[in-house]
């Protein structure tokens, strides 16, 4: 019966790599391809316009939609690369341990947030959904460090009192 219970304690276990970037510092498979499901999930939920609407008014002019600049695009991907990697995507090369410093990752943060107050309007859409994504990836993994920080310290203090 034991051995029936430790099957179970090593299945409930299990580590799952969140971090949205590779050790090289780009994007994971996974996460690109889940953008392009939320794009295409995104693009279901528009209802089409329907033809009595049509008929009731004149359609108004259509808005010029921003267009991709990779040079924006690519200052997101730097900004987000150096945040990812203060969260430990990347190892330290001398020490080969991963570099987690929160408040460096804390500033990153907020700098693309900044960046996504300023730019509102201004975005394609596809800028616009890359920024939101990745903010949102950041974010829940500076929870996640924050949280695994904040553990190993209570956990040292505990070890320090006699």
């Known amino acids: ?36 499901r939320e ?3 995104e693009a279901a939920k528009t209802p089409a316009p329907s033809a009595e609407a049509g008929k009731t008014a004149p359609a108004p002019p259509p808005a010029e939609t921003p267009k991709r600049l990779p040079a924006f695009e690519n200052l997101v991907r730097m900004l987000g690369s150096n945040a990812a990697m203060v969260l430990g995507a990347y190892a330290d090369p001398r020490t ?20 996504h107050d300023k730019t509102k309007g201004n975005l394609a859409p596809e800028e616009d959904n890359m920024l939101l994504d990745l903010l949102g990836k950041l974010k829940m993994t500076y929870l996640e460090i924050n949280q695994a920080v904040a553990a190993e310290a209570a956990k040292a203090k505990a070890k320090a009192r006699p």
């Open 39 to 41: 794009a295409k999930r």
């Open 1 to 36: 019966m034991s051995e029936h219970k430790d099957h179970k304690q090593q299945e409930a276990f299990r580590v799952i790599d969140r971090r949205p970037f590779t050790a090289e510092g780009e994007l994971r498979k996974e996460v690109v391809e889940e953008e392009e």
């Open 96 to 115: 080969g341990q991963p570099v987690i410093d929160p408040d460096a990752a804390h500033e990153l943060i907020d700098m693309l947030d900044a960046l």
